[in-house]
């Protein structure tokens, strides 16, 4: 294969940067748990995808990162723009459902609007796709996928390779070659030049299309083995690299690829016991749920409002209102002189709850983001509660209602705690208790105790394991339980859970927008699916 060989290229383009926040805000309408579930690598705030002109990545203005994976279950409306024939249209819809036999994620292809994703046909385009939810931030009458070469004489080992490709950017998926183990050593003379001579690519260009890769020290990025065989790969001539490696024209996914798409979006497990069984308890850890909510995804957030209610809707009814625990885990506020911010659960239901973000305090903008636990009715091994004090250091004695038989026992003593003549107009805490041998959960903390020194722009990675473990990755509920920040300059903190298996998990602490930290630290707990 020749370097410089007539063969069809993805190109990864880049939202533009006036659409960054908006891009980050219907992520979060569209699937709230991209908040406190960092992407494996570190994605543009705005994403990826637009043509030619703007291949190069802006400069990002936005400080923290989101996953832009579609709510788990979607069914993603597909039609197709003017330009193929009914046999072009048939083969992209059996190739582009290759990914629903492992995902729990559907394509249904219609005729007319409303749709998610658009593909048109334009010739000399190339072929690209908007990234994940980026697709809802395309104005309405343009295309969030393009295939440049598709016609009837198209070949069905190109019709797989390119349609599972370009829809595994629409869920949420990057090239394998950005990855910090693709250690590829690129004869860069060579590829500037073969792509000058077929694609009129500047240096610039190709650096971000091809070379990109996220550095494991420098972006605070882990990530899997890199894998050539990936339907995501770029293909490699072995003219392209010093070495001779070559990666192929993969065709058809990955035993990787199908392993990630099974973990992004899981299907329903069929041996999840139902509210209506016999055995009212639901001791089971599977009965438990978690989620996000942020105010970025509510029209009236930002300025001004102070109150930024959303309705849950649990996936069951139950007999009775379960027990709902909620804690703060994002933060951005434009002027840290008295950030205030709430994380409210009210009007809890058996079947959903309000939960409420009030934030408030100085100039500008304040917005800030929740992570909410469930617990169903009857499980006597989960007790929570909260307490609220305008005292600057305060101690306060938890006597449960239940006795556990093992630790903690009867109840535990809470502490508040300020210090560098910090000044508090109120606080308050979340407590969620659980015996030390409850099966199917692990809690623990981060951040406090691993000598962090935050600054502006800084992003901080660590890793826990789970005690005990897990037979696969558990739910994660996240929420900050220290800070320390300098007045007078910007609130800006996120914390966030990637990489998570059955025995550990790793978290990320972000700063951003100038804010000026000295310590952060955080509460986990982890809950068996």
């Known amino acids: ?55 190069i990545q802006p400069i990002n203005r936005l400080g923290f990162y989101v996953n832009k994976t579609w709510k788990n279950g979607r069914t993603i409306r597909v039609r197709f723009l003017p330009g193929a024939s009914p046999y072009v249209h048939g083969k992209i819809k059996q190739y582009a459902n290759v990914w629903s036999k492992y995902a729990n994620i559907h394509f249904k292809f219609v005729d007319s609007a409303p749709e998610e994703i658009r593909i048109s ?7 690209w796709s908007a990234f994940g939810t980026d697709c809802l931030t395309r104005p309405k009458n343009n295309a969030t996928m393009n295939f440049g070469w598709f016609d009837d004489k198209t070949s069905d080992e190109e019709f797989s390779r390119t349609t599972i490709h370009e829809f595994g950017h629409a ?44 550095d494991r020290r420098r972006d605070g990025v882990k990530s899997t083995k890199y894998d050539r065989l990936s339907i995501m790969a770029y293909p490699i001539p072995k003219e392209f690299t010093l070495n001779g490696f070559s990666v192929p024209w993969n065709t058809h996914l990955s035993a990787t690829d199908i392993a990630f798409i099974s973990r992004i979006y899981p299907k329903p497990r069929k041996t999840r016991r139902s509210v209506h069984d016999n055995n009212p308890a639901y001791t089971s850890s599977s009965h438990f749920d978690v989620g996000a909510f942020t105010t970025i995804s509510v029209a009236s957030a930002g300025r001004g409002a102070k109150d930024h209610r959303t309705l849950i809707q649990f996936p069951e009814s139950y007999p009775s209102a379960p027990l709902i625990s909620a804690g703060i885990s994002f933060m951005d506020f434009d002027n840290s002189d008295n950030p205030r911010v ?7 239901l058996p079947s959903q709850v309000v939960l409420n973000l009030h934030s408030s305090g100085g100039g500008g903008r304040h917005d800030a983001g929740m992570s909410w636990l469930l617990c169903p009715p009857g499980d ?37 705690e300020t210090w560098d003549s910090s000044k508090v107009l109120e606080c308050g805490v979340s407590w969620v208790a659980v015996p030390a041998n409850k099966s199917g959960i692990a809690i623990g903390t981060f951040g406090e105790d691993e000598n962090l020194s935050l600054s502006e722009g800084l992003n901080k990675i ?5 005690e005990p473990s897990f037979t696969e990755p558990p739910r994660i509920f996240l929420a900050l339980n220290m800070l320390s920040i300098d007045r007078g300059g910007h609130t800006c903190v996120r914390i966030s859970s990637s990489h998570v298996t059955g025995t550990q998990m790793e978290w990320r602490i972000d700063t951003w927008g100038g804010t000026s930290f000295k310590e952060a630290g955080a509460a986990f707990i982890a809950i068996g699916v």
């Open 121 to 127: 046909f334009v010739k000399g385009d190339g072929s």
């Open 171 to 214: 869920l949420g998926c990057i090239h394998e070659n950005c990855q910090p183990n693709a250690d590829i050593q690129w004869n860069k003379p060579v590829v500037y030049e073969s792509y000058k001579r077929s694609a009129g690519w500047s240096p610039e260009q190709v650096d971000f299309q091809v070379l990109k890769h996220y």
């Open 342 to 348: 709430k994380s409210l659960v009210e009007a809890v």
């Open 380 to 416: 006597a091994d989960f007790q929570c509660g909260s307490f609220t004090t305008k005292a600057i250091n305060a101690t306060k004695s938890i006597s449960f209602d239940r006795v556990y038989s093992s630790s903690p026992k009867n109840g535990f003593k809470l502490h508040i």
């Open 462 to 466: 660590g890793a826990v394991e789970f």
């Open 1 to 55: 294969m020749p370097p410089d060989s007539n063969i069809h290229y993805c190109t990864q383009l880049v939202v533009p940067e006036e659409l960054a926040e908006e891009a980050i805000r219907v992520a979060l309408q569209e699937n709230p748990e991209n908040a406190i579930s960092s992407p494996a690598i570190p994605l543009a705030p705005a994403g990826v995808i637009i043509p030619n002109k703007r291949l």
